[in-house]
T-cell receptor, first 116, second 118 residues
Framework: GAGVSQSPRYKVAKRGQDVALRCDPISGHVSLFWYQQALGQGPEFLTYFQNEAQLDKSGLPSDRFFAERPEGSVSTLKIQRTQQEDSAVYLC??????????????FGPGTRLTVL | AQKVTQAQTEISVVEKEDVTLDCVYETRDTTYYLFWYKQPPSGELVFLIRRNSFDEQNEISGRYSWNFQKSTSSFNFTITASQVVDSAVYFCALSEGIMKTSYDKVIFGPGTSLSVIP
């Protein structure tokens, strides 16, 4: 497709369940970012991939959060043993290069995760 | 540490009024980028502008204009003759740029919710 797509758009999980959120970046984009956006807040950086390499995971809130991008395109964010505080919108963004004077991050529509 | 402040949580204006959204940032870096993003009710963040810390020229794009003042660490956004379609949450953001890292590690402000009333 032309833009970044994410699935599912909505996910309801019971506390303790594992979830997997998928991101399809724009074709050819080297860089992929995951953000967490709590209700009424701005997005917060979680992790960054350059191709298949995870170069920065400093924003992942705990070891229950794990992200991968094995072939340098599609990425999955996995949350194990979900907690209520994990409820948020998870945004994925991709960019051609990752940074620089003219580079732009294009965002997907997000996955709204609700943990009951 | 880097920080972005958007003091206005919510703003309501009547259609055709001008509105300015304030943004103040903190950074110790001399090279950085500033951004504005729009988040309509659909949820998808839409890129509006990217500004290099060395470029203090104001920018105008249609009804949108941006005022970057390094002396006050501000990067304000003005919408002229607002329209109902401008209703959205607007985020100001800051990145250290690629001097330190090879990618934009973007720090977002808390957002300003703009409602344009017909």
């Amino acid at each position: 497709g032309a833009g970044v797509s994410q699935s599912p758009r909505y996910k309801v999980a019971k506390r303790g369940q594992d979830v997997a959120l998928r991101c399809d970046p724009i074709s050819g984009h080297v860089s992929l970012f995951w953000y967490q956006q709590a209700l009424g807040q701005g997005p917060e950086f979680l992790t960054y991939f350059q191709n298949e390499a995870q170069l920065d995971k400093s924003g992942l809130p705990s070891d229950r959060f794990f992200a991968e991008r094995p072939e340098g395109s599609v990425s999955t964010l996995k949350i194990q043993r979900t907690q209520q505080e994990d409820s948020a919108v998870y945004l994925c963004a991709s960019s051609l290069a990752g940074g620089g004077a003219t580079d732009t991050q294009y965002f997907g529509p997000g996955t709204r995760l609700t943990v009951l | 540490a880097q920080k972005v402040t958007q003091a206005q949580t919510e703003i309501s204006v009547v259609e055709k009024e001008d509105v300015t959204l304030d943004c103040v940032y903190e950074t110790r870096d001399t090279t950085y980028y500033l951004f504005w993003y729009k988040q309509p009710p659909s949820g998808e963040l839409v890129f509006l502008i990217r500004r290099n810390s060395f470029d203090e020229q104001n920018e105008i794009s249609g009804r949108y204009s941006w005022n970057f003042q390094k002396s006050t660490s501000s990067f304000n956004f003005t919408i002229t003759a607002s329209q109902v379609v401008d209703s959205a949450v607007y985020f100001c953001a800051l990145s250290e740029g690629i001097m330190k890292t090879s990618y934009d590690k973007v720090i977002f402000g808390p957002g300003t919710s703009l409602s344009v009333i017909p």
